[in-house]
């Protein structure tokens, strides 16, 4: 089975830093994505990490730990359009289609 | 460079009508994905498909739902005698290569409300 956690919502102020965290038990792993979506918008693609370590890309850093099944989305400099849901979701091959699974997203609200 | 395009945004159905979602790939892509959204939850999977080939429909419910991918046209999510449990967004996303290239790329999705 597959399973991928996150927190429900998260609040951040301005300016700030915030880590969105995502944990996932899966029976294989070909990567990870986080991915944004603003209310009644379609997602959009964040980041993308197969190896373990930080990527990073402007104000959004991603990391993943495969021995630790985790992974976070750091967000710098916080902006009020920062506000939105971020989508974490495992590549897992073992059923052979390598379909992405979604968690419930983390929906963040940045307050001024 | 248009990117996924869906419609109609927006579907008003009564109880045991069809509704019928229409997505069109990026240009060059010819995997096709299915999610449905409900509020306050995450994208299930329902069905993937490449042209005229459903490759994995794991998450599609076995009654009255269906999905084709022609050779020539849009990716069709069919559902027969909607229920109010459809309502909900109904996003398809598309990628060139499908098993370890590259990320999905969504359209805004197709909003179905079941009266």
């Known amino acids: 089975g597959q399973n991928i956690d996150q927190p429900t919502e998260m609040t951040a102020t301005e300016g700030a830093i915030v880590q969105i965290n995502c944990t996932y038990q899966?029976?294989?792993?070909?990567?990870l994505f986080w991915y944004q979506q603003h209310a009644g918008e379609a997602p959009t693609f964040l980041s993308y990490?197969?190896?373990?370590g930080l990527e990073e890309k402007g104000r959004f850093s991603s990391f993943l730990s495969r021995s630790k099944g985790y992974s976070y989305l750091l967000l710098k400099e916080l902006q009020m359009k920062d506000s939105a849901s971020y989508l974490c979701?495992?590549?897992?091959?073992?059923?052979?289609?390598?379909?992405?699974?979604f968690g419930r997203g983390t929906s963040l609200i940045v307050h001024p | 460079n248009a990117g996924v395009m869906q419609n109609p945004r927006h579907l008003v159905r009564r109880r045991g009508q069809e509704a019928r979602l229409r997505c069109s790939p990026m240009?060059?892509?010819?995997?096709v994905y299915w999610y449905r959204q409900l509020p306050e939850e995450g994208l299930k999977f329902m069905v993937y498909?490449?042209?005229?080939?459903?490759?994995?429909e794991s998450g599609m419910p076995k009654e009255r739902f269906s999905a084709e991918f022609p050779k020539e046209g849009p990716s069709i999510l069919r559902i027969q005698q909607v229920v109010r449990g459809d309502s909900a967004a109904y996003f398809c996303?598309?990628?060139?290569?499908?098993?370890?290239?590259?990320?999905?790329?969504f359209g805004e999705g197709s909003r179905l409300t079941v009266l």
């Open positions: 996303a598309s990628s060139k290569g499908h098993t370890n290239t590259g990320e999905l790329f």
């Open positions: 899966t029976s294989g792993f070909n990567g």
């Open positions: 990490n197969v190896l373990d």
């Open positions: 979701a495992v590549r897992d091959p073992s059923g052979g289609s390598y379909i992405p699974t």
């Open positions: 240009k060059g892509h010819s995997h």
């Open positions: 498909l490449q042209k005229e080939n459903i490759i994995d």
